[in-house]
């Protein structure tokens, strides 16, 4: 059964920094572009990165690039989203997700909360 | 980046109706190759989204044949032939023709 995890959300001040993992398991990660998506408290759905199966293709939303970093670790079946700088804005459940093709999506973790808050 | 439309926003259904969402895009969603990238989602409440649909009109494994999905070009439409009660939450239509993937806006749909 394909499986993502997300961890590593919470709060945090602005101006602070927080690293997000994806755990994925049931399939090969290596195979795959790989996404975060977040929504904001009663909002809608935000594309905010992507990277591809070798991890050398990255792209990001313009509200976070030079912010975010996306990485992955193939061998660990894991999936990063480093978020520096963060500000109110980026308070929003994250998720990963798979890309079957053409980012149509079909897998999503539970989702991980980070609040920025003083 | 690609605006996406959706309307309505909020649709509430009688048990065993049909249902329609729409959705335009600000660009052309056809490739090069034929096929168009549009694809839709549903985020039931206190959930993670899932896929329905992928390019236009192809059902998701698993996604019952009361959904379907038409259209090309810019403008595409989402249907439920008979709405059940486990077809309540938020629908979201997607483009992948472009980088960044961006979503619509989201249509709530609840059961009469």
């Known amino acids: 059964e394909v499986q993502l995890v997300e961890s590593g959300g919470g709060l945090v001040q602005p101006g602070g920094s927080l690293r997000l993992s994806c755990a994925a398991s049931?399939?090969?990660?290596?195979?795959?572009?790989m996404y975060w998506v977040r929504q904001a408290p009663g909002k809608g759905l935000l594309w905010v990165s992507r990277?591809?199966?070798?991890?050398?293709?990255?792209d990001y939303a313009d509200s976070v690039k030079g912010r975010f970093t996306i990485s992955r670790d193939n061998a660990k079946n894991t999936l990063f989203l480093q978020m520096n700088s963060l500000t109110a804005d980026d308070t929003a459940v994250y998720f990963c997700?798979?890309?079957?093709?053409?980012?149509?999506?079909?897998?999503w973790g539970q989702g991980t909360l980070v609040t920025v808050s003083s | 980046d690609v605006v996406m439309t959706q309307t309505p926003l909020s649709l509430s259904v009688t048990p065993g109706q049909p249902a329609s969402i729409s959705c335009q895009s600000s660009?052309?969603?056809?490739?090069?190759?034929?096929?168009?990238?549009l694809h839709w989602y549903l985020q039931k409440p206190g959930q993670s989204p899932q896929l329905l649909i992928y390019?236009?009109?192809s059902r998701f494994s698993g996604v019952s044949d009361r959904f379907s999905g038409s259209g090309s070009g810019t403008d595409f439409t989402l249907k439920i032939s008979r709405v059940e009660a486990e077809d309540v939450g938020v629908y979201y239509c997607?483009?992948?023709?472009?980088?960044?993937?961006?979503f619509g806006q989201g249509t709530k749909v609840e059961i009469k």
């Open positions: 049931g399939f090969t990660l290596s195979n795959f572009w």
């Open positions: 997700a798979r890309d079957m093709r053409w980012q149509a999506l079909d897998s």
């Open positions: 990277i591809n199966p070798d991890g050398r293709i990255t």
């Open positions: 390019e236009v009109s």
């Open positions: 660009q052309s969603l056809l490739h090069s190759n034929g096929k168009t990238y």
């Open positions: 997607m483009q992948g023709r472009h980088v960044p993937g961006t």
